[in-house]
């Protein structure tokens, strides 16, 4: 299995500053396609997960501009330009690379 | 607007067993895998499984964790998926979600139930 790895595990952030979040794979995910298969994942306090980036850097339909995907092979980052207080929540990446999806421990994104 | 909803949560005992429906509605259901994660209360998402459309020979797929004891199915002249679970041990307590990606190619899953919790315990 492959098995992704978050950090920091906690993130306070200040209204209006920016903010990333780290993930790295046991293996590469990046494809012979030249795609990277790791997906972004936002679920806040009471809500069932939504997808905020796929393939590594595929922003999502109705995802603001403020977040991004960024990273190659073992190595990601989703970052947020200015943070804003409805982004607080526990952010997971996930490969998709393998059959048997793997998810990260998950990062808890609070306000200051 | 697509929708996905679970039903058939709740309490059974440690190697009961459980069925767990989601349905859909709002988009091709037939020509979309469908995925289980599940969620133990204040802890990360786990895969639990898959299964394939029509054309992809219904293929399931499994986390190491259930294997064996859960089985995926679905029924596309109803839109439902099931995730049949067997032999519960105490750890398959979790909130279930179903989920998929829309459209014809990946964009992540973009679909997601609202969930609905399993409890196994004496």
């Known amino acids: 299995d492959i098995v992704m790895t978050q950090s920091p595990l906690s993130l306070p952030v200040t209204p209006g500053e920016p903010a990333s979040i780290s993930c790295r794979s046991s293996?590469?995910?990046?494809?012979?396609?030249?795609?990277?298969?790791l997906d972004w994942y936002l679920q806040k306090p009471g809500q069932s997960p939504q997808v905020l980036i796929y393939?590594?850097?595929n922003r999502a339909s109705g995802v603001p501009d403020r977040f991004s995907g960024s990273g190659s092979g073992t190595d990601f980052t989703l970052k947020i330009s200015r943070v804003e207080a409805e982004d607080v929540g526990v952010y997971y990446c996930m490969q998709v690379l393998q059959t048997e999806r793997t998810f990260g421990q998950g990062t808890k994104v609070e306000i200051k | 607007e697509a929708q996905l909803v679970e039903s058939g949560g709740g309490l059974v005992q440690p190697g009961g067993s459980l069925k767990l429906s989601c349905a859909a509605s709002?988009?091709?259901?037939?020509?979309?895998?469908m995925h289980w994660v599940r969620q133990a209360s204040g802890k990360g998402l786990e895969w639990v499984g898959r299964?394939?459309?029509?054309?992809?020979?219904?293929?399931?797929a499994y986390a190491a964790s259930v294997k064996g004891r859960f089985t995926i199915s679905r029924d596309d002249s109803k839109d439902t998926a099931y995730l049949q679970m067997s032999s519960l041990k105490i750890e398959d307590t979790a909130v279930y979600y179903c989920?998929?990606?829309?459209?014809?190619?990946?964009?992540?899953?973009?679909?997601w139930g609202q969930g609905t919790l399993v409890t196994v315990s004496s």
């Open positions: 293996q590469s995910l990046l494809h012979r396609d030249g795609h990277n298969y």
């Open positions: 299964i394939r459309t029509k054309p992809n020979s219904y293929a399931t």
């Open positions: 989920t998929t990606t829309s459209g014809d190619y990946y964009v992540g899953f973009d679909y």
């Open positions: 393939m590594g850097s």
């Open positions: 709002g988009f091709t259901f037939s020509g979309a895998a």
